[in-house]
Nanobody, 124 residues
Framework: QLQLVESGGNLVQPGGSLRLSCAVS????????IGWFRQAPGKDREGVSC???????NYKDSVQGRFHISRDYYNKVVYLQMADLNPEDTAIYHC??????????????????WGQGVQVTVSS
């Protein structure tokens, strides 16, 4: 059964760091695009970062240089390392998978399977 489970959400102070994990099962990370998305109250869901099956990455402009996506094939985990967090990063964060082998990933479409999400709150 294909499954994605996020963990690592927390309350952090502005300027702090946090690492989210997405543990996957039922598919091969080398054959999938993985994306991190977030949704704040009253806002539309937005793509944060993604990594393609080929290992190329994309980032939302506002997180470029602060966030880093990576994957661990052996442990079947995708990470989102977040640094220099600010209150606008507060949201529910979801990881998602698109089962395809692609050179590039995008932050909009192509993700068919979703985790349930974790809360990240950045506040003093």
């Amino acid at each position: 059964q294909l499954q994605l489970v996020e963990s690592g959400g927390n309350l952090v102070q502005p300027g702090g760091s946090l690492r989210l994990s997405c543990a996957v099962s039922g598919f091969d990370l080398r054959q999938a695009n993985i994306g991190w998305f977030r949704q704040a109250p009253g806002k539309d869901r937005e793509g944060v970062s993604c990594i393609s099956s080929a290992g190329q990455t994309n980032y939302k402009d506002s997180v470029q240089g602060r966030f880093h996506i990576s994957r661990d094939y052996y442990n079947k985990v995708v990470y989102l390392q977040m640094a220099d967090l600010n209150p606008e990063d507060t949201a529910i964060y979801h990881c998602a998978a698109g089962l395809r082998a692609s050179t590039f990933c995008n932050l909009r479409t192509g993700y068919d399977y979703w985790g349930q999400g974790v809360q990240v709150t950045v506040s003093s």
